[in-house]
């Protein structure tokens, strides 16, 4: 009897360490990102999503998420951007400010910028500088008139302090100057207040599979002002917009590269409305779908190699590729068709995008040339 007393505690206490050194994680820099590495997300709209059980030996059940599109997000080396990108964010920046890749982003109203200026702005990528002790954002670029021209964040903010462990909670402040000058008396300000806090852990299900995973929630606080001195007849002033307030929700395992899941909400008079659902997932011919416009585009394969095979549900009347720094590489006019084929084995290996036009919209795709 004793025995068996004896045998049966010894059975719960493995149980309990099997548990805890199996399920609840730590999170390293080695389980992010580097640069050259490539994460394929598949996009989501679910206004009834749970994202808000939360806690330790938790199961978060997203089996049932279904596709609406899919991307490449890419961690592009620093070598890929302009020179002027190089000085500011290369080897000769100080060490806070040398980045170790960039991504493509939206965190800039670029639509709203564009507004304002006398110039062409596209093509916003965010810079990240990766240690042992945080991933931090560091700063911006953008294309104006097809140049990259890049931005440093005074303040800089930290998106993950590692290592990255069940209970953990970090604030940061991230501040960042975009100044047109001498372009345009244009400047933009962006100030952003993060609290992040490691509020759950336990096993992520997804529709390609099973996770092991920490759950992070980021309350983003971000007021930002625009200084205008380009309309003629009125006084140079700065204007602050309306004080933005979102919510990040992210699920993240161990070698994952980024985050398995992640879901976006915005806070309006207390409650929270979902915004965006992405989750890492397997490639999928389904193409993209745009809500908003109801068109259908598909670019396979992607990654390629030698040709893309590109099908639309409205008329593609021509297309222009860009390099990652926003240089025109090729384009066709006059086309009317709604599936083509573009050969791409004479581009060099890299990042491109496809801007695809119709007479009433456009879609702008990324793709990889192997």
């Keep these: 009897m004793k025995n068996s007393?004896?045998?049966?505690?010894?059975?719960?206490?493995?149980?309990?360490?099997?548990?805890?050194?199996?399920?609840?994680?730590?999170?390293?820099?080695?389980?992010?990102?580097?640069?050259?590495?490539?994460?394929?997300?598949?996009?989501?709209?679910?206004?009834?999503?749970?994202?808000?059980?939360?806690?330790?030996?938790?199961?978060?059940?997203?089996?049932?998420?279904?596709?609406?599109?899919?991307y490449v997000k890419n961690f592009n080396p620093i070598g890929f951007g302009s020179i002027l990108v190089q000085a500011t964010f290369g080897f000769f920046a100080s060490q806070n400010y040398q980045a170790s890749y960039f991504t493509q982003n939206n965190d800039l109203p670029i639509d709203l910028?564009?507004?304002?200026?006398?110039?062409?702005?596209?093509?916003?990528?965010?810079?990240?500088?990766?240690?042992?002790?945080?991933i931090s954002s560091i700063g911006y670029s953008l294309s104006v008139n097809s140049q990259a021209v890049?931005?440093?964040?005074?303040?800089?903010?930290?998106?993950?302090?590692?290592?990255?462990?069940?209970?953990?909670?970090?604030?940061?402040?991230?501040?960042?100057?975009?100044?047109?000058?001498p372009v345009a008396d244009f400047k933009f300000k962006q100030h952003r207040q993060r609290s992040s806090s490691v509020d759950g852990w336990g096993s992520l299900i997804l529709p390609n599979g099973t996770y092991n995973v920490l759950r992070l929630k980021h309350l983003i606080n971000e007021i930002?002002?625009?200084?205008?001195?380009?309309?003629?007849?009125?006084?140079?002033?700065?204007?602050?917009?309306?004080?933005?307030?979102?919510?990040?929700?992210?699920?993240?395992?161990?070698?994952?590269?980024?985050?398995?899941?992640?879901?976006?909400?915005?806070?309006?008079?207390?409650?929270?409305?979902?915004?965006?659902?992405?989750?890492?997932?397997?490639?999928?011919?389904?193409?993209?779908?745009?809500?908003?416009?109801?068109?259908?585009f598909s670019l396979v394969p992607n990654p390629a190699e030698n040709k893309l095979t590109i099908t639309s549900s409205a008329s593609i009347s021509d297309y222009q590729i860009y390099d990652i720094t926003g240089k025109l590489i090729s384009q066709k006019n006059s086309i009317d068709v709604s599936k083509l084929e573009i050969d791409i084995s004479e581009l060099l290996i890299g990042t491109y995008f496809i801007s695809l036009n119709s007479?009433?919209?456009?879609?702008?795709?990324?793709f990889i040339k192997l």
């Design 150 to 181: 890049p931005f440093k964040s005074d303040t800089i903010e930290t998106r993950y302090s590692l290592p990255l462990d069940y209970n953990d909670t970090y604030n940061s402040r991230g501040y960042t100057l975009v100044d047109f000058n």
């Design 113 to 134: 910028l564009s507004g304002f200026l006398p110039v062409a702005i596209s093509d916003l990528n965010a810079y990240t500088h990766s240690s042992s002790s945080k």
């Design 5 to 70: 007393i004896q045998s049966l505690i010894q059975f719960f206490l493995f149980l309990f360490y099997f548990n805890f050194s199996f399920g609840q994680i730590s999170l390293q820099e080695t389980d992010f990102a580097n640069p050259n590495d490539t994460v394929r997300y598949s996009q989501a709209m679910d206004q009834g999503i749970d994202f808000s059980t939360t806690g330790p030996n938790n199961t978060w059940n997203f089996s049932s998420l279904s596709s609406t599109g899919q």
């Design 359 to 366: 007479e009433n919209t456009s879609k702008k795709i990324k």
């Design 224 to 296: 930002d002002s625009i200084y205008l001195g380009v309309i003629p007849g009125f006084p140079a002033t700065w204007i602050g917009t309306p004080p933005i307030q979102t919510v990040e929700y992210e699920w993240i395992g161990e070698s994952k590269k980024d985050v398995l899941l992640k879901i976006v909400t915005s806070i309006t008079n207390g409650s929270e409305q979902v915004q965006s659902i992405d989750y890492q997932d397997s490639y999928s011919a389904s193409g993209l779908y745009d809500q908003e416009d109801g068109l259908y």
